[in-house]
């Protein structure tokens, strides 16, 4: 019986390559970004002096930047990348999602669940919102980078707002008050809050997202078995019967 079914099953190409890298890219920065984030945001509690700090965020400020340029090529791949990594195919939007919305829910109800080479209906409504959250990370991290250590895209930028004159620019440094004028870094301070804010809060909207995507790959592994996890490795994913969304 087994033999029959492992017979029965069939080979869909699925996530393009670029997709993938950008999947483990993206899994390794996050963590790496959150595990330094978490450091610095209890960095008084843990007695990190300021140097100390500068060196954390310079480390962040590196990886986001790797992180933001693999967010940035996936976000662009999604016009012009494989069938299943376009926004077409992502976006939780059109008469066709809403086809496939009502026919995974009587799936899930039924208990014969609907099969689909590219993300079923919950999976594009998390991609997306994943997707927005990471993209604002991004943002919010590149105008803190300017601020708080005055690296690019922004940070000449922030350090001619806080310098005293041009001729003092150079003298300008994260946590020294030499060269800088006390008003304008105020007031450079207070742009910067709500950039921190969201920052912070958008961090832990994120982290909430990322342990429910887990969860539900991990459903969809044991509910479906179509080869989910494996295919974000391999490309491809297995089908007893065509997939709902195969065109």
């Known amino acids: 019986m087994e033999m029959n079914q492992q017979n029965a099953l069939q ?3 699925v996530w393009d390559r670029t997709t993938r890298w950008f999947h483990w890219i993206n ?9 330094i984030g978490l450091v610095i945001l209890n960095s008084k509690a843990l007695g990190i002096t300021d140097d100390g700090k500068v060196l954390l965020k310079t480390w962040h400020v590196y990886i986001g930047y790797v992180f933001a340029l693999n967010l940035g090529w996936r976000l662009i791949w999604g016009f012009i990348g494989g069938r299943y990594s376009r926004w077409s195919a992502i976006l939780p939007v059109g008469k066709k ?3 496939q919305r009502q026919a995974f829910f009587q799936g899930l ?4 669940a609907a099969g689909f080479k590219g993300h079923n209906p919950l999976g594009r409504m998390m991609v997306t919102a994943l997707l927005v959250l ?9 105008v803190l980078a300017g601020t708080d250590i005055y690296k690019p895209p ?7 707002w806080v310098a005293e004159s041009p001729e003092t620019m150079d003298l300008v440094k994260p946590y020294s008050d030499v060269g800088v004028d006390k008003a304008a870094y ?16 958008n961090f832990f909207l994120l982290s909430f997202l990322i ?21 974000m490795f391999s490309g491809r994913k297995v089908f007893s019967s065509r997939p709902l969304d195969d065109e």
């Open 154 to 160: 922004f940070g000449q930028q922030f350090k001619t």
């Open 186 to 201: 105020k007031e450079m301070r207070d742009f910067r809050s709500p950039f921190k804010d969201i920052h912070e809060i």
């Open 211 to 231: 342990v429910l995507h887990i969860a539900g790959v991990v459903f969809a592994e044991v509910r479906e078995r179509n080869g989910l996890i494996s295919a």
């Open 134 to 142: 990471l993209t604002v990370q991004a943002v919010t991290g590149l």
């Open 11 to 13: 080979e869909y190409p």
């Open 27 to 35: 899994v390794l920065t996050v963590l790496a970004l959150s595990a």
């Open 109 to 112: 109800k039924t208990g014969n």
């Open 97 to 99: 999602f809403k086809h």
